[in-house]
């Protein structure tokens, strides 16, 4: 369960002239286990934020997040550290990683924080990889150099190797054909149908009809602008 | 959890020079913590306080051992040096000043072994080669001189050097500065791993916000001498808060 | 201990002796200096003391270390040995020897037995050395880690905190090189389970002899301005590895006079065309054991 109660969010450009920025206000949002959530709204008008503020990314003025009930509170790091490590998953726009790590490696990661038999691990990853249509051939090869459609891919691999409670998906679908689509979706409906609350940004109609997700228009939740 | 190093009010001046101030960190274990800020601004001064290398002139330094919390700037200077050489590590800059060149790249990896009482010439050669595995050294360079290797293999012996007694906090200054960019990536990546793999607490300073990016879970963002922001580490980075933090993620960090 | 606490009381001045040098030639007040050294070096096995080394009529490097020492701790009654890589009859053994007899007009002798101090360069004598005997050793380096640590005040500290690591560096180094530990002289020694020390450029062969031994070990570094010891009956250990023991073993040959072989022998070249021969390198033992055959 994702509760977001009376957010206000602003940046303040301290080197702009102090410029304030305000992003919501008295913004609320709440997904339930089991159900998938697609915001809308223009771009711009603060989509990711609202990703990034429930990972812990972005901090907020007021307001209350929970995560299972647990506070997102960034006076306490290690909360939000240990609910990424146990709780919160994240599929980023963009893949970040550091060169030369091997693709398979990058995908094992986030599952051998909980689980250090690494022959299980690696399997688990060769099966979402040849599920995610990734060849073979590249899985010893960073993925800085595949094309747009693989890495983000190998991201998707990334986020959904493991079934966390909640899950935070940012335009994962965004550069993939129709086959590799409708994949990725099939693997998001499955983590619902397990009980994740999820919370995603698609762009195109026929993903957020897909996965039947229940779409806010941010504009028409939150105060500002 | 409890934090295995906490630091509190940590002062170090050097003469009315500040080198340091009022600084605080909390390092749970297997967490990374990375220190930021320009040259000048006191990062190593605050890593080198915090490890033993340079007395402080106020503060308080905890250090949990699993049995006990070990107040470290009170105790006594035989358990601190014994500490040094088996619960923490330092890995220098430059691996020249973390080495002894005129010993082999095998006798700087026992040095630590020994000096905790390993008298198995057998098993101590097994455990360098388990080492040198793990930091990617060729085992036929095992009996070389460190003065043979490059610069990222000299940097890599001596994380083997100072690991191989698995220490439970790591301190770090710079440990990829002055290394090619193609180097840096190998031995942030092999960091990395070794961090997840040992379970490794480590604190690493460095003026490279990307390096601090990759391998950080929570950062310290200094300047002349005070921390001027600190937190989670990509949050920091994304969402910078202080005036300061903002100026320098927009003209160094652009990921 | 009681040849070393006795000098306190005592004149040490006679008539015979040349009028020109106090007994033994150091002065009273040096003396006392180095005696108060030799006690704090007994009471702490192994630990080096510094004291100020004082002139000698002879040149650093030929044991003014060592003749400081047996000049403080000489009384009347002593009678010296004086050794020189186990032989009393080379020049260096000799001069030493002359300079005792000139400046305190005291016995000397060559056996063993019938020492009371003996004076030595590189070697511990064969036969075995009893209690209220001293033996004296001329040291030139004293520090055992000077090798790999060259600051003085780290070495200090790297003492005091057995931080002693680094000794077995230097061992692990010679068995990787080598196959098995090479350092065959001034090998190095902990004592009474505490300090690391260097037994002075003694064969390995003679480790064994400092262990548990009846007489007073006391050692002299002149240029170096230390002074080290072992009192009687205290535990002197050759460091090594469990898979590589100490080994004090010498090379397995008879020695071609007296046909010892059990003694440590030097290696003689006998003839033009290079043929070796050993023998015994404590020239007293092997003239001993010639008289008594
Ligand atoms: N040994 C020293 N003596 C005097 N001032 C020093 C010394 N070391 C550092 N400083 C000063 O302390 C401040 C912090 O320096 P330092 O810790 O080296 O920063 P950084 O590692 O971030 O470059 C600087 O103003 C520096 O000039
Ligand atoms: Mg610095
Ligand atoms: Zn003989």
Known sequence: ?225 | MQPILSVHNLNKYYGNQVGCKNMNLTLYPGEVVGVVGESGSGKTTFINSISGNLIPDSGKILIETGNETIDFLEISESLKRLLIRTELAFVHQNPRDGLRLDVSAGGNISERLMSIGQRNYGNIRQTIFKWLDKVEIDKSRVDDFPRTFSGGMLQRLQIAKNLVTSPKIIFMDEPTGGLDVSVQAKILDLLRKLVRELNLSVVIVSHDLAVIRLLADKIIVMKNGEAVESGLCDQVLDDPQHSYTQLLVSSVLQV | MNNVLKFKNKKNTVAAQDEIYNFAYLDENTKRMIRRALIKALCIPGYQVPFSSREMPMPYGWGTGGVQVTSSCLTTDDVIKVIDQGADDTTNAVSIRNFFKKTANIKTTEKTSQASIIQTRHRIPEEKLKEKQILVYQVPIPEPLAFLEPRYQETKKMHALSEYGIMHVKLYEDITKNGHIETAYAYPVKTNDRYIMDPSPIPKFDNPKMNNNPAIQLFGAGREQRIYAIPPYTEVTSLDFEDYPFDPSKAPHKCSICGSNESFLDEIITDDDGNRSFICSDTNYCNQRMENN
């Not at chain 1, 957020?208 to 997700?213: E, I, V």
Request: hydrophobic letters at 35%; charged letters at 25%.
């Open chain 1, 1 to 225: 369960m994702i509760e977001l109660n009376k957010i206000t969010k602003k940046f303040t450009l301290h080197n702009q002239g102090k410029t304030n920025i305000l992003v919501f206000n008295n913004l609320n949002l709440k997904i339930n286990p089991g159900e998938i959530v697609a915001l809308t709204g223009p771009s711009g008008v603060g989509k990711s934020s609202i990703l990034k503020m429930i990972y812990g990314n972005y901090v907020f003025q007021s307001g209350q997040i929970k995560i299972n009930n647990h506070n997102i509170d960034h006076t306490y790091p290690r909360n939000i550290i240990e609910l990424r490590k146990n709780i919160i998953g994240y599929v980023s726009q963009f893949l970040r990683v550091i060169p030369r790590v091997p693709t398979i490696e990058i995908v094992m990661e986030p599952l051998l924080e909980i689980n250090s038999d690494q022959d299980e691990v690696r399997e688990k990853a060769e099966k979402i990889l040849l599920k995610l249509n990734i060849d073979k051939n590249l899985w010893n090869l960073s993925p800085l150099t595949f094309s747009g459609g693989e890495q983000q891919r190998v991201n998707v691999a990334r986020g959904l190797i493991r079934n966390y409670p909640c899950l935070l998906l940012d335009e994962p679908t965004a550069s993939l054909d129709s086959v590799n689509k409708d994949i990725v979706l099939n693997l998001i409906n499955e983590k619902k149908d397990s009980g994740s609350s999820i919370i995603g940004i698609f762009h195109d109609e026929y993903s957020r009809k897909y996965l039947n997700a229940r779409e806010i228009d941010i504009t028409k939740i939150s105060d500002a602008k």
